[in-house]
């Protein structure tokens, strides 16, 4: 794809699986040729080009979930492990007030 661009001039294009729009960054598309990206701009209809504002990889929006599902999880496990300890807590002061020679 980078071979075709610099030695026969071509541009880098979205195809999102019927047409292709040609993008108005020519720059970043460079790092990501050939990726799955999401283009955030704007559709010229009649040109089928895209007045690009932002190109970003999409591995990057499903690292992003992940984080943040790992950070729930984690999040729910301190909870429960703090409620388990109070518990354990009113357990031993039960069990000392019931059983005091012990």
Request: net charge positive.
């Amino acid at each position: 794809m980078k071979a075709c661009v610099h030695m026969y001039g071509a541009k880098y294009v979205l195809y999102d699986g019927k047409t292709t729009y040609s993008l108005s960054d020519q720059t970043t598309p460079e790092t990501l040729a050939v990726r799955r990206v999401r283009v955030i701009g704007t559709v010229d209809a009649r040109t089928q080009t895209i007045q690009v504002d932002s190109i970003i990889d999409k591995n990057v929006d499903s690292l992003a979930a992940a984080y943040l599902a790992v950070v729930a999880i984690f999040a729910v496990y301190l909870f429960t492990m703090v409620r388990c300890e109070a518990r354990l807590e009113d357990e031993i002061t039960r069990l000392a007030k019931a059983y005091p020679k012990l």
